[in-house]
């Protein structure tokens, strides 16, 4: 079942729905009755927030205007990738990265919708030996969006990619990637961040597969959640057979402000090798109420204070971005949410 | 300025303060020392608001204006300070940044204009060179990986910088070798004045050699019963509580 297959064919029995395990929290098929008219065509004149810092942005303008995207061995690039929905249609798009040996492509991708658009965006990205991706993607949808984009990544040996998404949620949105490791020394970082509030819903899913030996997987994924908002975290990492001095860790920490917000995470590791060190944490709670105590002793107020401890909180995964331009706006972002 | 009549507080349901009364005018230093299990802890946290402490009777006013009826910043703001016995470690957050935060909250609340990111590093300079801190060590998050002498430093630290008017110092010496004592006591000597006034929470006579009080009072099964000059601290350790223990 496949949300694109359902917009091309405008078919709702084709949505993914609670009876397909890793989509049970985010259950199309019973949210929609009816899929919308395909949206209009669509021109772009608005600026996204990596504008200023992207060598080159290409658009995808309601599901129109991908193309596929190479970079050639050894060279170095830049680019911006901007998904644009907007009104209330419902479109698919596919697009396709090519890293070649030895390049270094930093990917700034964002999500941007206006309206209560149903959208599916699929991407695959393909890493030459030795190439070096850091891809940041930023998600600002409308409350009223349905939203879902799915990565697929190879890696090649020896190559590196570190992943960084940002989310806000929306009536429903799913980020998902999935990785093919093949070991050979390639180094996988997946990192997250979501800050949900009101009665938005996002998902972060994830399926690591490492199939040969000596790769290394790291995934650090922090969220925040409050009003009636809904996050979701799945992590999965599949060490095959053979994929021997794999050493992958995994962990998912979300903080939880208000009772009826809720988080529901599901962190698992399959593994079928014998020489491995895997390991994966998972907290879900509340402040910590003696920190919140002791900032408030000092004079600030409830807000100040847990803005203070939630931005401190992810700020952790925020640093990790390597790419210092994009760290700002991710930073500067974040403050602003949890400011607000 | 700090007034305490008849206050009974309880944690969970069970009473620990039965009844407080104390009085600290403006430019004196009193000692309130007591066994362990008598309510020092609760003290400090109910006077400065923590939620979990409930007040059940009594008051509590600085400079006349009610202080259970405000929220503990509030009450920051009105320059109450508490020296926490165990400072909490703040990760992600650094000192500098959780001081200037916490310091225009403060003059935000009073209605006073924030200080300048140039006037508070000068503040700042200026204050751990007193104390001897290491101005590095305030650009990493807030007491993490600090020791114990320097997590109490780092209180010191932040009582100079808001300059409040009443100071409540809960066991600052624990934890604290002689060297990191004195320079602690020094920190907090330099902010007696006539307009300011402190509590000084203990278990042992010791801090009160560095930081004399002019009063000593004794609290045991949540009251004060006993109050008298230094003198009292001297006889306290030599005879420890345990006639108070019983008395109370």
């Not at chain 1, 190559?159 to 093919?180: C, I, K, P, Y």
Request: glycine content about 10%; aromatic content about 4%.
């Amino acid at each position: 079942m496949s949300l694109s297959n359902a917009i091309r064919e405008r078919d709702v029995a084709q949505l993914p729905s609670k009876r397909d395990e890793d989509w049970r929290w985010t259950d199309l098929r019973g949210l929609l009755r009816t899929l919308p008219e395909p949206s209009d065509p669509l021109d772009v004149s608005s600026t996204g927030p990596f504008d200023l810092i992207a060598d080159v942005t290409h658009l995808v303008a309601n599901g129109s205007g991908a193309a596929p995207i190479e970079v050639a061995p050894g060279q170095t690039s830049r680019i911006g990738l901007r998904f644009i929905a907007s009104g209330v249609g419902s479109h698919a798009a596919t697009t396709r990265i090519t890293v070649g040996a030895d390049a270094r492509l930093v990917i700034l991708e964002t999500y941007e919708s206006n309206a209560g658009s149903v959208s599916q965006t699929s991407i695959s990205i393909s890493l030459g030996e030795g190439a070096s991706v850091e891809r940041i993607v930023l998600c600002e949808d409308d409350d009223e969006a349905i939203s879902v984009s799915l990565a697929e990544v190879a890696l090649g040996a020896r190559s590196s990619f570190h992943q960084t998404l940002v989310s806000s949620g929306a009536r429903r949105q799913r980020l998902e990637t999935r990785v093919l490791h093949p070991g050979a020394k390639a180094e996988l970082r997946l990192d997250g961040v979501y800050l949900i509030s009101a009665k938005r819903h996002g998902d972060q899913t994830s399926v690591v597969t490492h199939a040969g030996p000596d790769g290394v997987t790291t995934q650090l994924t922090k969220g925040v959640v409050q009003d009636q908002a809904r996050g979701i975290f799945q992590g999965k990492i599949v060490v095959e057979e053979g994929a021997d001095r794999t050493d992958a860790r995994m962990g998912h920490h979300a903080l939880i402000l208000s009772d009826r917000a809720e988080v529901d995470a599901k962190p698992e590791l399959e593994i079928y090798a014998d020489d491995v060190a895997c390991a994966h944490g998972n907290t879900v709670g509340a402040l910590d109420e003696n920190a919140m105590f002791y900032a408030r002793q000092r004079g600030m107020s409830q807000m100040q204070a847990q803005a203070l401890l939630t931005e401190a909180f992810i700020g952790e995964v925020v640093e990790r971005i390597g790419d210092e331009a994009a760290r700002e706006v991710i930073q500067a972002w974040v403050t602003e949410r949890l400011r607000t | 300025m700090l007034s305490v009549s008849n206050l009974r507080a309880a944690v969970d349901g069970k009473e620990i303060l039965k009844g407080l009364s104390l009085d600290v005018p403006a430019g004196e230093v009193h000692a309130v020392m007591g066994p362990n299990g008598a309510g020092k802890s609760t003290l400090s946290y109910v006077l400065t608001g923590r939620s979990g402490y409930d007040v059940t009777g009594g008051a509590a006013q600085l400079d006349g204006e009610d202080l259970l009826a405000l929220s503990p910043d509030e009450r920051a703001a009105r320059g109450l300070f508490l020296s926490f016995q165990y400072p909490l470690e703040i990760p992600g957050v650094p000192a500098l940044t959780f001081i200037r935060t916490a310091l225009n909250a403060q003059r935000r609340a009073r209605g006073e204009p924030e200080i300048s990111a140039p006037d508070f590093l000068k503040l700042a300079r200026a204050k751990s060179a007193d104390l001897k801190i290491d101005f590095e060590m305030l650009k990493r998050a807030l007491n993490v990986g600090f020791s114990g002498g320097e997590k109490k430093r780092m209180e010191i630290l932040q009582m100079s910088m808001f300059s409040p008017r009443f100071l409540i110092l809960d066991e600052t010496d624990s934890g604290l070798d002689i060297d990191a004592l004195r320079i602690v006591a020094d920190g907090v000597n330099a902010m007696r004045s006539p307009e300011r006034a402190m509590l000084v929470i203990t278990h042992y006579q010791r801090l009160l050699d560095y930081i004399k009080p002019d009063r000593v009072h004794v609290l045991a099964g949540g009251r004060i019963v006993a109050s008298g000059g230094p003198e009292l601290a001297q006889d306290l350790e030599a005879n420890g509580y345990e006639r108070y223990e019983q008395a109370a």
